[in-house]
């Protein structure tokens, strides 16, 4: 059978069976599967050759869904998920008996949230009506590598695998966003960033009228997070100013449109803003790794709003390569 579709009938027939299906978010591409099937999540950390004590994000319908997966919120996370869901929010909070350790890692919290793209709605709604309560989908690349935003990463990294076992991929086009959503932890007075991603600081703050835990957006503080995430095969390199770096041969350069690409550098991007540069990154590094260039010199955006998020990702991406030059 064709791996890839666009029919959400077909991809929800798949999950309802038993099988796993990639679908598409507004965040990144998610490798899914019916959150209490344990021997389908099972499949999930076989086919991303993932470690299994790191947790997964539950995907969910509506906000009553998510509802059945948390103990208790605060009252300012409710309130974050309500202007925030459908979108690029995850909150992470103490788990109810649906939460299986299976899919939190062992841990008493667990992770939730509702994507905004059409197609995954859809998708969640069609199978909540036959009973399905979530989906966990971690981002569909092989583990360590860069998160999909098209359909054909998906194939890329798992292609072989999925088609092998029968399994779909839900071709809805690229992510908008094109990194990771936003991880909240939301079991104390206040929120605390894991993972910064498309929504920021001053949003999070404006709208639960609470500061954000001093310190908590940056480094990676989610647990189970490794080094080793997000990663293409080249070298990546943050620079400050391209027009005094010493480009190494056979490179590459995403920056700004405004920043000139130096001679005998392959230009891999040059998005307008900071939301492009987000959407672009990904499927740059990945073009990187396509034309075999070595290194991947990354000129970040401004780092405020989506920019942390992407100094964060590039910052792990580089991290590896400095950490562990093999
Ligand atoms: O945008 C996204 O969040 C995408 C799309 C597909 O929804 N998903 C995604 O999943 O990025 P994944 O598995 O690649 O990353 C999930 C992150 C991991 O770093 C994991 O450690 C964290 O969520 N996480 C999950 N459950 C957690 C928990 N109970 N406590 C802390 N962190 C948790
Ligand atoms: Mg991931």
Redesign the pocket.
Request: hydrophobic share 35%; proline share 12%; aromatic share 4%.
């Given at each position: 059978m064709t791996v890839v579709t666009s029919d959400i009938a077909a991809a929800a027939q798949l999950l309802a069976s038993g099988h796993l299906c990639a679908i598409p978010?507004e965040?990144?591409?998610?490798l899914a599967a019916d959150a209490s099937s344990s021997t389908a999540v099972a499949r999930i950390f076989e086919a991303k050759n993932r470690p299994q004590d790191?947790?997964?994000?539950v995907?969910v319908a509506d906000y009553e869904s998510a509802l059945l997966w948390f103990d208790a919120l605060p009252v300012w996370a409710q309130e974050l998920a309500r202007s925030c869901w459908p979108g690029?929010l995850?909150l992470?909070g103490n788990r109810t008996q649906l939460a299986t350790d299976q899919i939190?890692g062992g841990?008493h919290?667990?992770?939730v949230?509702i994507?905004a793209h059409p197609m995954a709605r859809a998708l969640l709604v069609e199978l909540k009506q036959v009973g399905v309560q979530g989906l966990v989908?971690?981002?569909a690349n092989r583990f360590g590598h860069v998160?999909p935003t098209t359909a054909e990463h998906v194939v890329a990294d798992l292609g072989a695998y999925l088609a092998q076992h029968g399994d779909g991929i839900l071709d809805g086009g690229p992510s908008e966003i094109g990194i990771?959503?936003t991880?909240v932890l939301a079991t104390g007075s206040s929120p605390r960033i894991?993972?910064p991603g498309a929504i920021g600081t001053e949003l999070i703050e404006s709208i639960t009228g609470i500061s954000v835990d001093a310190g908590s957006e940056g480094a990676p503080r989610?647990?189970?997070?490794l080094a080793s995430h997000y990663s293409p095969d080249a070298q990546v390199i943050v620079i400050a100013d391209p027009a005094h770096e010493d480009f190494q041969a056979n490179s590459g350069l995403i920056a700004l449109i405004d920043i000139p690409t130096p001679a005998g550098v392959t230009r891999l991007a040059s998005p307008a803003d900071s939301n492009d540069f987000a959407s672009q990154l990904y499927e740059a590094m990945r073009q990187g790794d396509q034309l075999n260039l070595h290194q991947i010199y990354v000129a970040l955006p401004t780092r405020s709003g989506i920019g942390v998020a992407i100094a964060d990702r590039v910052a792990k991406a580089a991290f590896v390569q400095t950490q562990e030059p093999s």
């Open positions: 978010t965040t990144v591409y998610g790191h947790p997964l994000i995907h690029p995850t992470v939190t841990q919290t667990v992770a949230r994507p989908a971690p981002s998160s990771e959503s991880i894991l993972r989610v647990s189970g997070a």
